[in-house]
């Protein structure tokens, strides 16, 4: 069997070759002394929780015999870390839309976006016969539907979530034009929704209400004509990757994910600062038991204690409903090696890097300010992937260790945290991070990587979007008339 301590001060290794019939799997942690029980179980230099009985030295340490060492709602204080000293060789420029606004894209597309459910079969047809029609349009990457179950029925925080994330997507740069579908009754109606968005540029934005129209997919149709012809006015052109805003997702983690690739997408967001770009951290619930590591990187008080209510807001949120705070990691991240919410988080928070926390913003939220920014959500894939797009992420980096097709609105980066997951599933993955267990340095990845996520946002295609997964999912916390 082979095994990697990844700290000095583990008292477990993580299975890289288990051998024939032992217990511990691929990912999987064994003891590297005796720990007695009540002793703290260490990865990563941290308690990752504590032992419920006596474990020997070789033994497989997993949910049988561990136990978060977590509680509930707690107070903090700010011990600002030493600022991380972000250097890098190299700034490499990118071919992307600049906008009239001066916001820049990495795709020219055409969306049709729903202000309610109830057209959205409607728009499904509209985008299958605009591309049907203006296929062959030059400088347009593609016509698509943004389908969602909501938009009525709904009151107060929801109702306002809704459309703010629509708003959000409306005004995303990836977009070269947009048509806002309404159906004419619904809470979210065209008209209120228009105060939510604020300023637009008519030729950019168009409506359509369905019940004021005899053939609203005809309708459509024409109005798509329009859009489509304005966004092929947009060109490529040199971009500096100081303008990419990029979003850090996981999801189906394993035991390696906190080995591999999350440390590169880590490595990756230290180079991007480096260079005045921006990343974005989210899946809140996922920090828990990592918090005080990016509480404590925080710029300066102020986004300390904004650090400190995205925490204990969620996990009032839980407790609320009198669901345990801790519920966490799934059934897949036990099959994967992970045993409680303190190695998951540890492993997940790795994404951030090593930069400082610059910025916390709410759901729904936009990105402000350079550098490293927290976004509340959940950590559901789905719905954390809308909140990075809508929060104006040009590109999501999703790492994986069990694996997953998720694609959204944006191009959606799948990396591997082993190679076997890589060649086996080569339809869903993108970078296969699991080379750093081969011998390939962490410097020599990184330089790969960001090459690669240069090539994705001036237009090389991602697995999701070749196979046309462009889903998005609001989060809902109130009642449904």
């Given amino acids: 069997m082979s095994q990697l301590r990844i700290h000095e001060k583990d008292n477990v290794a993580v299975v890289l070759h288990p051998a024939e019939g032992a217990q511990a799997g691929r990912g999987h942690k064994v003891a590297l002394t005796d720990i007695p029980a009540g002793e703290h179980i260490i990865k990563y230099g941290f308690s990752i929780g504590h032992a419920t009985t006596n474990i020997k030295a070789g033994d497989w340490v997993h949910t049988h015999n561990i136990k978060t060492n977590l509680?509930?709602?707690?107070?903090?204080?700010y011990q600002p870390a030493p600022a991380s000293v972000q250097t890098t060789r190299e700034c490499p420029d990118f071919q992307g839309y600049r906008r009239q606004s001066g916001q820049v894209g990495v795709r020219n597309e055409v969306w049709i976006i729903p202000t309610v459910s109830c057209v959205n079969q409607n728009i499904r047809l509209m985008a299958q016969q605009a591309t049907a029609l203006f296929k062959d349009t030059p400088n347009v990457d593609g016509i698509f539907e943004i389908t969602h179950p909501y938009g009525c029925s709904q009151l107060g925080d929801d109702h306002n979530s809704t459309q703010r994330i629509l708003a959000d997507l409306v005004c995303?740069?990836?977009?070269?034009?947009?048509?806002?579908?309404?159906?004419?009754?619904?809470?979210?109606?065209?008209?209120d929704f228009k105060k939510v968005l604020g300023d637009y540029d008519s030729e950019r934005v168009k409506f359509l209400v369905a019940q004021e129209v005899e053939d609203e997919?005809?309708?459509?149709?024409?109005?798509?004509?329009?859009?489509?012809?304005?966004?092929?006015?947009?060109?490529?052109?040199?971009?500096?990757?100081?303008?990419?805003?990029?979003?850090?997702?996981?999801?189906?983690?394993d035991g390696f994910s906190g080995i591999t690739a999350n440390p590169l997408v880590g490595a990756f967001s230290d180079r991007l600062l480096a260079c005045g770009g921006s990343t974005v951290l989210t899946e809140v619930p996922e920090m828990f038991g990592a918090e005080t590591i990016l509480m404590n990187r925080a710029v300066d008080s102020s986004v300390f204690d904004k650090t400190v209510q995205l925490i204990n807001d969620f996990k009032a949120y839980f407790k609320n409903y009198n669901q345990p705070i801790y519920e966490n990691p799934s059934p897949g991240n036990k099959q994967g090696g992970i045993s409680t919410l303190e190695e998951k988080s540890l492993g997940c928070t790795q994404k951030g890097g090593t930069g400082q926390v610059t910025d916390v913003i709410g759901y729904a939220g936009q990105v402000t300010k350079k550098g490293l920014t927290l976004?509340?959500?959940?950590?559901?894939?789905?719905?954390a992937a809308t909140a990075l797009a809508a929060a104006g992420c040009h590109i999501i980096l999703f790492t994986t260790g069990r694996g997953t097709p998720l694609g959204t609105v944006i191009p959606t980066v799948k990396v591997a945290t082993n190679s076997e997951l890589f060649a086996r599933k080569t339809n869903w993955m993108d970078f296969d991070a699991g080379q750093l267990l081969t011998g390939v340095s962490m410097q020599q990845l990184t330089d790969q990587f960001f090459s690669y996520i240069a090539e994705v946002a001036s237009g090389k295609p991602t697995k999701a979007e070749h196979m046309g997964f462009r889903e998005i999912a609001i989060f809902k916390n109130g009642v449904t008339l």
């Fill in 217 to 253: 997919i005809a309708a459509g149709v024409e109005l798509l004509g329009e859009l489509v012809k304005y966004a092929s006015g947009f060109t490529r052109e040199v971009c500096p990757v100081s303008e990419l805003v990029i979003g850090l997702k996981c999801g189906g983690s």
């Fill in 172 to 191: 995303h740069p990836n977009a070269g034009a947009v048509l806002v579908v309404g159906l004419g009754c619904e809470n979210n109606y065209i008209a």
């Fill in 375 to 383: 976004l509340s959500s959940p950590g559901n894939d789905m719905v």
């Fill in 71 to 77: 509680g509930d709602i707690l107070e903090y204080q």
